[in-house]
């Protein structure tokens, strides 16, 4: 086998591992706690039937590679709950350290387009990155809602944290933010699911 040819099969497999790290959220049907690779194909599937509702026009494929590899860097860096202050401080330092050693296994012009790709969906800059996020916000905001908001609850979730992290959802769909969720996020402050403050 040739080198880059190598180096490209090492990473498919080390890239496995995504499917070991769980997050807080659980399927839906109160399954157990997604992991990391089924929230990605999820939100990347989502990304591609809901594109019309994207606040720019954007390139679908773009979006969809970047829903598919933002979390690859929680291999090393490990699932950082949305509403954990204390490990959010540390998540940047985290993440550029996996991001460097888990793209570095593979060529260096692959290296440098999952990185740029990854940085862009970082920056939250592009039409494309907007989008990515409002699917990787709405995704276990759906799947939480389906389970009667349980993950909201076990975590004593407020209204400020779900409403801080949700509102950039605008930012890459207005109407998804106002059609889906917001209506969810009032159905559960009225269910008690999430804390008035």
């Known amino acids: 086998m040739d080198e880059r040819l190598k180096r490209q099969m090492d ?7 995504e499917k070991n790290i769980f997050r807080q959220t659980h399927l839906s049907g109160h ?4 992991n ?5 194909w999820h939100m990347s599937i989502m ?5 019309e509702y994207s606040n720019e026009e954007i390139d679908i494929a773009k979006v969809m590679l970047m829903c598919l590899i933002h979390d690859i860097v929680e291999i090393d860096a490990g699932d950082t709950y949305a509403y954990d202050a204390e490990n959010l401080k540390t998540q940047k330092a985290r993440e550029d350290a996996a991001k460097e050693r888990i793209f570095s296994i593979l060529p260096e012009d692959q290296k440098e ?22 699917m ?3 995704q276990p905001l759906m799947l939480n809602n389906s389970n009667g908001g349980a993950d909201w609850r076990q975590h004593q979730v407020c209204l400020s944290m779900v409403y801080g992290r949700q509102s950039k959802t605008k930012l890459g769909s207005e109407k998804l933010f106002d059609q889906v969720t917001d209506k969810i996020i009032k159905e559960n402050i009225e269910n008690g699911n999430i804390k008035p403050e």
């Open 31 to 34: 399954g157990r706690n997604e």
């Open 113 to 134: 387009e999952l990185i740029g790709l990854f940085d862009e969906f970082e920056a939250y800059e592009t039409a494309e990155s907007k989008f990515a996020h409002a």
């Open 11 to 17: 990473f498919a497999l080390e890239i496995d591992k």
């Open 136 to 138: 990787d916000n709405l």
């Open 47 to 51: 990304a591609y039937l809901l594109r």
């Open 36 to 40: 990391d690779a089924e929230h990605a």
